[in-house]
């Protein structure tokens, strides 16, 4: 059972993260924020004692997610690759749907303008593709040429870079068919035996045959 010291935190922060998300570091207020915990500004600054301390805190749980789905994607039976698609799809989904990952985003990206010291991003991502496309390649799914350390830096561009374009279109309301749509184009590049709808079947279920690409023809 959580404290109410763990209660007020959770609540202050929950209210930061949805007000950081809608409007920016530089137009959320401790006030704007009291209103909307329920809590006061002295109870606030008793625990976050600052605005940029504040949206660390905030960033900080968003670097803290990626962990907790990697190790979720660890399971005994499955493909190396076919853990690689069902994580892409969990961070996908914890971008457009928790809160506090989403304004984590937001805060790194308006990092300038908070004077506070930031976590480094992306290298533990980074880490995390590699070892599973090294685990890849060991099970004799990727292709010869493929490199996972190289194609790991790529991969997490691309992803990330995806989520970018996907928010500011959208808001990532269709950021599971746009990861599909990535899938579809790296796959055959990384696959020993290409077959990306295949695969993103298994992860995601069928696709209706309107929406498989058309079959690769092989050149004589």
């Known amino acids: ?76 039976g499955r493909m190396p690759l076919e853990r690689l698609l069902r994580l892409s799809y969990a961070v ?20 300038r303008a908070i004077d506070v010291a930031m976590p480094v991003p992306f290298v533990d991502w980074t880490d995390a593709v590699r070892a599973l496309l090294e685990q890849a390649a060991a099970a004799g799914e990727l292709a010869p040429h493929v490199k996972p350390a190289q194609a790991a830096h790529a991969v997490v561009c691309a992803f990330f870079g995806l989520h970018t374009v996907s928010d500011a279109l959208d808001g990532r309301t269709g950021i599971e068919d746009d990861l599909t749509d990535l899938w579809h184009f790296l796959l055959p590049a990384l696959q020993a035996r290409p077959d990306p709808a295949a695969l993103i079947a298994d992860v995601r279920g069928p696709l209706p045959r309107s929406e498989l690409p058309a079959p690769a023809h092989a050149s004589n």
């Open 92 to 111: 996908a989904r914890a971008f457009r749907d928790d809160i506090v990952v989403s304004a984590g985003a937001r805060l790194w990206a308006e990092r």
């Open 1 to 76: 059972m959580q404290s109410r010291a763990e209660v007020t935190r959770r609540a202050v922060l929950e209210a930061a993260a949805r007000l950081f998300n809608d409007r920016g570091y530089a137009g959320t207020s401790i006030s704007d924020i009291s209103c909307l915990s329920g809590r006061t500004s002295g109870a606030i600054y008793f625990h976050y004692t600052s605005k940029e301390l504040l949206a660390l805190a905030v960033i900080k749980e968003h670097f803290a997610t990626w962990p907790r789905l990697i190790e979720q994607q660890a399971t005994v």
